[in-house]
């Protein structure tokens, strides 16, 4: 398995070409909360997959995230936009960079998983750190949506048993509510698909991408909010 840490570190262009192959999540977010005029926090927001589909309608959004690398490619993203009402930072995400009840808003998509993954002896304690100091930026009423991966190359919800745990304690721990959806990834083609598949999931996911010629690859995602 290929590992993400050094990829986020040194490979994140690459890393943002496969994302785009997914749809946003723009209408998703709305559902739960819409976000016109609102100051937004985005939460591990790696290359700006989610900042750069709300930066539009925020009254601001901060770009958090641990890989400087990573925030480098959102800064360029959103300087292209136009829009003056974001920032990027570096930041942990068990200990925020953000003052008191300062967000409407928090978004993280595929972040949390790192911490929260069983594989970590300190994954309770990690996740309560991230949940106490969502809570501790947000304002009353504020919201919180999580997003996180369900399985890849699966039709139906099939999460990794090392996350099994963490998504558990997300609905009976701290009571949020929960759904899951289809992200597919749709590539150009099966050299493209083949290539950023076994870049990001390793040989087992590509060698059956190439056998089953999935240009088309089933992804399930879960969102929990609060």
């Known amino acids: 398995m290929p590992n993400h840490t050094e990829i986020y570190r040194k490979d ?3 890393y943002h070409e496969l994302i785009s192959k997914q749809n946003n999540l723009t209408n998703i977010i709305k559902q739960i909360r819409p976000f016109k005029g609102l100051d937004i926090v985005d939460l591990g927001a790696g290359t700006g997959r989610l900042t750069s589909v709300l930066v539009e309608e925020a009254k601001s959004i901060i770009a958090l995230d641990a890989s400087e690398e990573m925030l480098k490619i959102t800064k360029e993203k959103l300087e292209k936009t136009g829009f003056t009402n974001w920032k990027t930072q570096v930041s942990d995400l068990r200990k925020l960079s953000l003052q008191d009840q300062s967000a409407d808003l928090i978004v993280a998509g595929w972040s949390i998983c790192y911490l929260g993954s069983s594989n970590n002896p300190y994954w309770e304690q990690d996740i309560y ?3 106490k100091e969502m809570k501790r930026a947000l304002r009353r ?3 919180i949506i999580i997003f996180e991966t369900l399985g890849t190359g699966v039709k139906t919800p099939s999460p990794p048993d090392f996350l099994k745990k963490y998504y558990a304690a997300l609905v009976n721990q701290y009571c949020f509510s929960h759904q899951s959806i289809r992200l597919d990834y749709t590539f150009d083609d099966m050299q493209q698909a083949e290539e950023l598949t076994r870049f990001f999931f390793g040989s087992d996911l590509s ?3 190439v056998k089953e010629n999935l240009v088309h690859l089933p992804e399930c995602v879960g969102i929990w909010w609060l």
């Open 141 to 143: 009423n504020g919201t």
């Open 129 to 131: 750190k991230v949940i």
């Open 12 to 14: 994140a262009e690459k």
């Open 207 to 209: 060698n059956r991408v």
